[in-house]
């Protein structure tokens, strides 16, 4: 048995390095970007009006222009004569000649001439060329997370496609002779499975289509047969179930015949004691515990930063903060507990707690949940003193989905 902190340092080792691969923009949400961008272009790209209003070259006294037609975004770039003036829309650009841009609120207009009564600014009102970004500077560094701006700055560039780091393949299998789906009738002795879909969504929320799904009896034969299949098409393989040491829990022996080898079993820590993690060639394999509230867990303890890491997240592990204890908390001599908890802030104070059903067959007050509570071993905690609180990578604080 070795501890969470061995636990984690194991799986953080055995990741293989992050692979790179060009997606389109769109599909590269959520990814890190694998390159340095820097802009193609300058940006704006031309000289062009701020404003819907008038252009022309600024004269130094008093003048009435002639106004000749009108510029619209769009529009080719074009000439103008000293004496005359066009009208401009908002992102046209501004013709050779010109150097200033009237806003429209602001101009005389009789007859078709602009009447200008005082002297004008040059540069007023123009976007210029390169002013944002010249052609050659880096916007966005190697390891930065694609979110939508991200993907809007790289559409503005003119990009259609990005270099990141690859998401793993992952299979996802649950055994228990006792399962049934959810939306079937419950016969004598079965249990509905929350694992599949819980881990399924948990992986969609992360960007992840699972390669397959599978929802297994029991059955040392076609167990076999599935991993044999998840261990050739995936990077990683979650096994739910079945990896304890009773007389129906195949998973380790069968992971062993097909070559995995055991990289830990079993960490110090409630829930989810008998975790399995081993690797067979660079394919990573996690045998979480069957109870559900261990599988949510183990999930976002260990699978979770695993696959955030393969992706090449430099931070890969849930976000953490240390938060007042509501009330006391008492320690495992042994183990690391990790608690369904719930933050909670009114007027600026934060404080976590505890929330109901804490054994590891229970996931109900999970619904409220917003945090797991961490305690390592032998370390009690006062009511009013802070612990360590792992965030869960949705909600806020007050407990609602964001
Ligand atoms: P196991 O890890 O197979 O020993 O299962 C531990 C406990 O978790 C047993 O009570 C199982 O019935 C339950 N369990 C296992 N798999 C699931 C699942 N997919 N959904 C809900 N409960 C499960
Ligand atoms: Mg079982």
């Given at each position: 048995?070795?501890?969470?902190?061995?636990?984690?340092?194991?799986?953080?080792?055995?990741?293989?390095?992050?692979?790179?691969?060009s997606?389109?923009?769109?599909?590269?949400?959520?990814?890190?970007?694998?390159?340095d961008?820097?802009?193609?272009l300058?940006?704006?790209f031309?000289d062009?009006?701020?404003m819907?209003?008038?252009?022309?070259?600024?004269?130094?006294?008093?003048?009435?222009?002639?106004?000749?037609?009108?510029?619209?975004?769009g529009?080719?770039?074009?000439?103008?004569?000293?004496?005359?003036?066009?009208?401009?829309?908002?992102?046209?650009?501004?013709?050779?000649?010109?150097?200033?841009?009237?806003?429209?609120?602001?101009?005389?207009?009789?007859?078709?001439?602009?009447v200008?009564?005082?002297?004008?600014?040059?540069?007023?009102?123009?976007?210029?060329?390169?002013?944002?970004?010249?052609?050659?500077?880096?916007?966005?560094?190697?390891?930065?997370?694609?979110?939508?701006?991200?993907?809007?700055?790289?559409?503005?560039?003119?990009?259609?496609?990005?270099?990141?780091?690859?998401?793993?393949r992952?299979?996802?299998?649950?055994?228990?002779?006792?399962?049934a789906?959810?939306?079937?009738?419950?016969?004598?002795?079965?249990?509905?499975?929350?694992?599949?879909?819980?881990?399924?969504?948990?992986?969609?929320?992360?960007?992840i289509?699972?390669?397959?799904?599978?929802?297994?009896?029991d059955?040392p034969?076609?167990?076999?047969?599935?991993?044999g299949?998840?261990?050739?098409?995936s990077?990683?393989?979650?096994?739910?179930?079945?990896?304890?040491?009773?007389?129906?829990?195949?998973?380790?022996?069968?992971?062993?015949?097909?070559g995995?080898?055991?990289?830990?079993?079993?960490?110090?820590?409630?829930?989810?004691?008998?975790?399995?993690?081993?690797?067979?060639?660079?394919?990573?394999?996690?045998?979480?515990?069957?109870?559900?509230?261990?599988?949510f867990?183990?999930?976002y303890?260990?699978?979770?930063?695993?696959?955030?890491?393969?992706?090449?997240?430099?931070?890969?592990?849930l976000?953490?903060?240390?938060?007042?204890?509501r009330?006391?908390?008492?320690?495992?001599?042994?183990?690391?507990?990790?608690?369904?908890?719930?933050?909670?802030?009114?007027?600026?104070?934060?404080?976590?707690?505890t929330?109901?059903?804490?054994?590891?067959?229970?996931?109900?007050?999970?619904?409220?949940?917003?945090?797991?509570?961490?305690?390592?071993?032998?370390?009690?905690?006062?009511?009013?003193?802070?612990?360590?609180?792992?965030?869960?990578?949705?909600?806020?604080?007050?407990g609602?989905?964001g």
């Amino acid at each position: 048995m070795i501890r969470y902190e061995e636990a984690q340092a194991l799986i953080a080792k055995n990741i293989p390095p992050s692979q790179k691969e060009s997606v389109t923009v769109l599909a590269a949400l959520g990814c890190v970007i694998a390159e340095d961008i820097k802009s193609p272009l300058a940006l704006p790209f031309f000289d062009n009006s701020a404003m819907d209003g008038f252009t022309f070259r600024a004269p130094n006294r008093p003048s009435r222009l002639v106004i000749r037609g009108t510029l619209k975004a769009g529009d080719p770039r074009s000439h103008i004569k000293p004496g005359e003036a066009w009208r401009i829309m908002t992102g046209a650009p501004v013709p050779y000649g010109a150097d200033t841009v009237l806003a429209q609120e602001k101009a005389e207009i009789i007859q078709e001439t602009l009447v200008l009564r005082e002297p004008l600014p040059q540069g007023m009102n123009i976007r210029y060329k390169g002013e944002e970004l010249r052609k050659g500077k880096k916007v966005i560094s190697e390891g930065a997370i694609v979110t939508p701006a991200t993907i809007g700055i790289m559409a503005g560039l003119g990009k259609n496609e990005a270099q990141i780091y690859k998401k793993p393949r992952v299979s996802v299998i649950v055994t228990g002779s006792e399962l049934a789906a959810p939306g079937s009738d419950l016969s004598s002795g079965k249990i509905y499975d929350s694992n599949s879909a819980m881990v399924h969504a948990a992986l969609m929320q992360m960007g992840i289509r699972p390669v397959f799904v599978k929802r297994l009896d029991d059955q040392p034969k076609k167990i076999k047969q599935v991993i044999g299949y998840a261990l050739r098409e995936s990077d990683l393989v979650i096994l739910m179930g079945g990896v304890s040491s009773g007389d129906t829990d195949h998973v380790r022996p069968i992971s062993k015949e097909l070559g995995v080898e055991t990289i830990f079993w079993k960490v110090s820590q409630k829930p989810g004691k008998p975790i399995y993690f081993g690797k067979k060639g660079n394919t990573l394999v996690f045998g979480l515990p069957g109870n559900p509230a261990a599988v949510f867990t183990c999930f976002y303890e260990y699978v979770y930063p695993a696959i955030r890491r393969f992706m090449g997240f430099r931070e890969p592990h849930l976000g953490a903060n240390f938060f007042p204890v509501r009330e006391s908390i008492k320690a495992d001599p042994e183990k690391t507990l990790f608690l369904k908890a719930r933050i909670e802030s009114s007027d600026g104070r934060s404080v976590v707690m505890t929330l109901g059903g804490q054994s590891s067959h229970m996931i109900s007050s999970l619904q409220e949940a917003n945090g797991i509570l961490v305690i390592p071993s032998k370390r009690s905690v006062e009511q009013g003193r802070e612990a360590l609180v792992h965030l869960l990578p949705y909600g806020t604080e007050d407990g609602h989905a964001g």
